[in-house]
């Protein structure tokens, strides 16, 4: 399998090539984290590894930036050495990480510590006035209900804007 020009593969994703052969197959790709991605095989999802060390936690954004500044340094050269690739993909991540901070935006992944500092900070406690066990909470009520009020139903309007995706199938020929 390959995706923006990374290889997955995986012995269960193979075995199941042997028994099927070349077919066109829905994939979901964590654009956060291409270090795998997840292939449906009949009603499930399989989880196969990029075939290429190093690419847990790389956003599809920085890959393909990547690839547009090895294309535009390397024109269309058969082989590009790996630890070129490599520094090329950390000196992008460099630029991004420079920009964030300069900016002054912050992480936008919260670390054990900085959840747990948050989680402390927002010092809510839920309760019920009624006592009830969390089992006699009649179905049609939330946990909440008694506290929040809930909103006025009103029908959904569909949105003018169709939503932008990428192809969800590929060829199972790589």
Same mark, same amino acid.
């Given at each position: 399998?390959?995706?923006?020009?990374?290889?997955?593969?995986?012995?269960?994703?193979?075995?199941?090539?042997?028994?099927?052969?070349?077919?066109?197959?829905?994939? &979901?790709?964590?654009?956060? +984290?291409? *270090?795998?991605?997840?292939?449906? %095989? !009949?009603?499930?999802? $399989? #989880?196969?590894?990029?075939?290429?060390?190093?690419?847990?936690?790389?956003?599809?954004?920085?890959?393909?930036?990547?690839?547009?500044?090895?294309?535009?340094?390397?024109?269309?050269?058969?082989?590009?050495?790996?630890?070129?690739?490599?520094?090329?993909?950390?000196? &992008?991540?460099?630029?991004? +990480?420079? *920009?964030?901070?300069?900016?002054? %935006? !912050?992480?936008?992944? $919260? #670390?054990?510590?900085?959840?747990?500092?948050?989680?402390?900070?927002?010092?809510?406690?839920?309760?019920?006035?009624?006592?009830?066990?969390?089992?006699?909470?009649?179905?049609?009520?939330?946990?909440?209900?008694?506290?929040?009020?809930?909103?006025?139903?009103?029908?959904?309007?569909?949105?003018?804007?169709?939503?932008?995706?990428?192809?969800?199938?590929?060829?199972?020929?790589?």
């Amino acid at each position: 399998m390959r995706f923006f020009n990374l290889h997955y593969q995986s012995p269960d994703l193979q075995k199941h090539r042997r028994n099927v052969g070349d077919c066109q197959v829905e994939i &979901i790709v964590d654009e956060d +984290d291409l *270090g795998c991605i997840s292939i449906k %095989i !009949g009603d499930g999802y $399989l #989880t196969v590894p990029c075939m290429r060390s190093g690419f847990h936690g790389v956003c599809l954004e920085v890959w393909r930036a990547t690839c547009r500044d090895l294309g535009r340094r390397f024109g269309r050269e058969a082989i590009i050495d790996e630890p070129i690739v490599r520094e090329t993909l950390a000196g &992008i991540q460099e630029m991004i +990480d420079a *920009g964030i901070k300069r900016a002054d %935006i !912050g992480s936008t992944t $919260l #670390t054990a510590e900085e959840l747990d500092r948050t989680e402390r900070s927002l010092s809510i406690s839920l309760s019920s006035t009624h006592h009830h066990h969390e089992t006699e909470i009649p179905a049609h009520k939330g946990l909440l209900s008694d506290v929040i009020p809930a909103a006025l139903a009103r029908a959904p309007t569909p949105s003018p804007l169709q939503p932008s995706k990428i192809s969800p199938t590929w060829d199972l020929t790589d």
